[in-house]
């Protein structure tokens, strides 16, 4: 049996990291050879995760994020830590010959000035910029092979872009007039403790938030831009659900004239019938959040609304997996030469 892939994981205390231990537990070419948190240095993986007890992975004693270190034991490292924290990071481990990638926003927007008005903060690796590869496999799988650096996208514009590519793409819509109203559930803020996201202040409670300067919408803007051969800009709304994980995007678009249902229909279709992840949904019927839970699948469905001339778009993701953790896997084993979906034939934890 060849050797497995020898793995790194910056911010494993994280609900990514976690997620990603999760996959990494039952990947068959991958081995998760160093997890690094600053705050739980020390301890075996299994005493902060007991569902990783009985695994390979449980014995596994964080380290802290030493970049010599881990580029003395990985080929490739993931970094699941928040944006700033990762640039300087994902810099050291490729002059060392690693692969990386990037949960973080660091590299997402190809535009340094952007980065900097929406993030509030320099960015002080402008080089890597140009070669970091936006890590959204059904769009950009031949180059992330080929990459070092992959941007792996943000949770909100992975259920955002692929619920618009199939339209845009097709030039099925106006591209002036797009609101895409998001929800999600509050593990996409992050495991760090904040009053906004503790358990009173989100159970049995639904309300907007960020609006309108979510920092997901340049990239949104960025990615759907390319995809139409115009610049759009979104009104792009937020929301926080009373629940732990899952994204329902629902997006209001208008029909260029001549566009009708059979049109959308067939440009769907047509845009997932080779991209297994993105799971058209039968006219009638729409995505829920529970369908996906866990899994690498983003759900569309479609809403004709012949009085509006609107094509509603349902676009459902878990925020952890697809959104984050399991699309890096995906991004990873494109570029260490292994299928795609490696590891990631994830069934929807249920209920
Ligand atoms: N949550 C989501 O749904 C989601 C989806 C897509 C993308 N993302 C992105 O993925 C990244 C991680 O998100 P998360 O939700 O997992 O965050 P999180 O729960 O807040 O965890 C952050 C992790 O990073 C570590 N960390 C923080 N600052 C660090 C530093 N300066 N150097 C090294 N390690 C540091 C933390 O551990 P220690 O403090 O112990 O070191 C922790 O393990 C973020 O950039 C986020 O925007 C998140």
Not at 35 to 56: H, K, M
Request: proline share 6%; glycine share 10%; aromatic share 6%.
């Amino acid at each position: 049996m060849a050797a497995k892939i020898r793995v790194g994981l910056v911010g494993v205390t994280g609900y990514t990291g976690m997620e990603l231990a999760r996959i990494l537990a039952s990947h068959p070419s991958m081995e998760l050879v160093r997890a690094t948190s600053r705050s739980e240095a020390g301890q075996p993986l299994e005493a902060l995760y007991p569902f990783l007890r009985g695994t390979g992975l449980g014995g596994l004693i964080v380290s802290e994020p030493d970049p010599a270190d881990l580029a003395k034991a990985c080929e490739l490292c993931f970094l699941a830590v928040p944006h700033k924290a990762a640039m300087e990071t994902a810099d050291a481990l490729i002059r060392a010959g690693l692969k990386v990638v990037d949960l973080s926003a660091d590299f997402r927007l190809r535009d340094k000035a952007v980065y900097e008005a929406w993030y509030k903060t320099g960015h002080t690796r402008e080089a890597l910029l140009s070669e970091a590869v936006y890590g959204l496999v059904e769009l950009y799988a031949e180059e992330v092979r080929r990459a070092r650096l992959v941007a792996n996208p943000g949770c909100y514009p992975t259920a955002s872009i692929l619920g618009l590519a199939p339209a845009l793409s097709a030039g099925l819509v106006e591209t002036g007039d797009i609101v895409i109203d998001a929800k999600s559930g509050a593990s996409g803020a992050g495991r760090k403790a904040a009053v906004a996201t503790l358990f009173c202040e989100t159970h049995d409670s639904f309300r907007a938030y960020g609006l309108p300067t979510h920092r997901h919408t340049p990239e949104i803007e960025q990615e759907v831009s390319r995809l139409a051969g115009s610049d759009i800009t979104v009104s792009f709304n937020t929301h926080i659900l009373p629940i732990d994980r899952g994204i329902l995007a629902t997006i209001y678009t208008r029909l260029k004239p001549g566009a009708d249902a059979d049109t959308v229909r067939a440009a769907y279709e047509d845009f997932c019938g080779d991209k297994p992840w993105v799971r058209l949904f039968p006219a009638g019927t729409l995505p829920e959040t529970r369908w996906v839970r866990g899994t690498m699948y983003c759900d569309l469905g479609l809403v004709v609304d012949p009085r509006t001339g609107r094509l509603i778009i349902i676009s459902a993701i878990d925020n952890l997996c697809r959104g984050a953790s399991g699309q890096a896997v995906a991004n990873a084993n494109l570029m260490l030469g292994l299928p795609v979906n490696t590891g990631l034939d994830l069934a929807p934890m249920m209920p």
